[in-house]
């Protein structure tokens, strides 16, 4: 027997001009002596349909297509949230085959809640979902430090003195979020703390120092690998050394393209190196790169251009959420999906309005402002990064 690649091939002397080809489910027979390979994600997108591949763009919290979720409670309790499957949520999963949910405290109960959520969430879903969750440690966390978890409170990534307790601090983090079923944190924060009248990332941030925070980043994703957790980091091009809070309005970066890859971008290049799966693109409208004021996460310049072309960074790129001010105070749900699909990001992250946003990119396609090749080529990133994580059977 010799076996080539994933291929087995018995030989005979009687049988040696024909050998025997015993082909795996990703082999196809295309012509004769001709064999191709295929993956489970090129597999999986040549079967979905055009409406299934758009819902794969999207990671929304359940919420947005759970509009009954207030009628079922919790153990007698509301939540203020989807905290357990319904018949409608589990309706509209399938209708619109989301690419992931993002949980948030409403959603997030105590652990035998959370973890049957979870569970009846993707077998609910046509395609496995990435069940996201922002649990970067210290002030922003949605499980550490929740009574009914028993898991304490991490201290600020500020604090974090090494490289080995960033790398511990993405282990530990990476170890609960796996034992719930979550399999992807928007984490780590690469982000500078250099302007001391931010406040939207101060002590989220690992320090100043560039070279320094970013081999905290690089460690911490290496953490969070060991325990199969996708990593998002954020926020390219860097929230650090700006005024004023994209959640509430446009915010602005005055630093050229080489003063930002001589500080903010370093630590996202480690980040790369280390093999992060995704990068979050902010709203922040770097003037001086793009002349155009469009915010980094609906600009072509910034995103096709600059992290992907420029830095070389081929995995999957997420929006920063779409209900934050600096785009709902300035874009519809539609308008911003679309310009961001067009500037080359991947996955469009809670539009204020997703059934309107989800029907715009449709329609966007089909009406050919958006090639379906275009399409193809995200939804094709985001499956191999689900196979990759074995969430594609």
Request: net charge negative; glycine share 8%; proline share 6%.
């Amino acid at each position: 027997m010799i076996l080539i690649g994933k291929e087995k091939i018995l030989e005979a002397p009687e049988l040696s001009a024909n050998p025997i080809l015993y082909m795996s489910p990703e082999t196809e027979l295309r012509s004769p002596g001709e064999i191709k390979i295929r993956s489970k994600a090129e597999k999986r997108l040549s079967e979905m349909t055009l409406e299934e591949k758009v819902g794969q763009m999207f990671i929304i919290p359940p919420e947005d297509i759970d509009q009954d979720y207030s009628k079922y409670p919790y153990n007698g309790k509301k939540t203020g949230g989807t905290a357990v499957m319904n018949d409608s949520f589990r309706e509209k999963l399938k209708y619109y085959s989301p690419g992931g949910i993002l949980l948030f405290s409403p959603n997030i109960v105590d652990p035998e809640q959370t973890t049957q959520l979870i569970r009846d969430m993707q077998k609910e879903s046509s395609v496995p979902m990435f069940i996201a969750v922002d649990e970067e440690g210290g002030a922003v966390a949605r499980i550490s430090g929740k009574k009914a978890f028993d898991i304490p409170d991490l201290p600020n990534a500020e604090q974090v003195k090494d490289e080995d307790e960033a790398y511990e601090r993405g282990r530990y983090i990476g170890s609960y979020l796996k034992k719930y079923g979550f399999n992807c944190d928007f984490a780590p924060v690469a982000d500078l703390n250099t302007n001391p009248s931010n406040r939207v990332i101060g002590k989220r941030a690992f320090g100043k120092d560039p070279e320094k925070v970013g081999d905290l980043v690089a460690s911490e994703i290496r953490g969070f690998q060991q325990n199969s957790i996708i990593t998002a980091t954020k926020h390219f091009p860097g929230h650090g050394d700006t005024r004023g809070d994209t959640h509430n309005s446009a915010v602005y970066v005055t630093k050229n393209w080489q003063e930002l890859l001589d500080c903010e971008i370093i630590p996202f290049q480690r980040a790369m190196e280390a093999g992060t799966d995704m990068i979050m693109v902010a709203h922040i409208s770097a003037e001086e790169v793009t002349h155009d004021g469009v915010p980094a996460s609906l600009s072509r310049t910034m995103i096709t251009g600059k992290l992907r072309n420029e830095l070389g960074f081929q995995g999957v790129v997420v929006t920063d959420s779409m209900e934050m001010g600096a785009i709902y105070g300035n874009y519809t749900s539609v308008e911003a999906a679309i310009m961001t699909i067009e500037a080359g990001a991947d996955i469009v992250l809670m539009p204020p309005d997703f059934v309107a946003a989800y029907n715009g990119l449709l329609d966007a396609v089909q009406t050919g402002r958006i090639p379906e090749a275009r399409i193809d080529e995200s939804v094709l990133r985001i499956l191999e990064l689900k196979e990759k994580y074995g969430l594609l059977e």
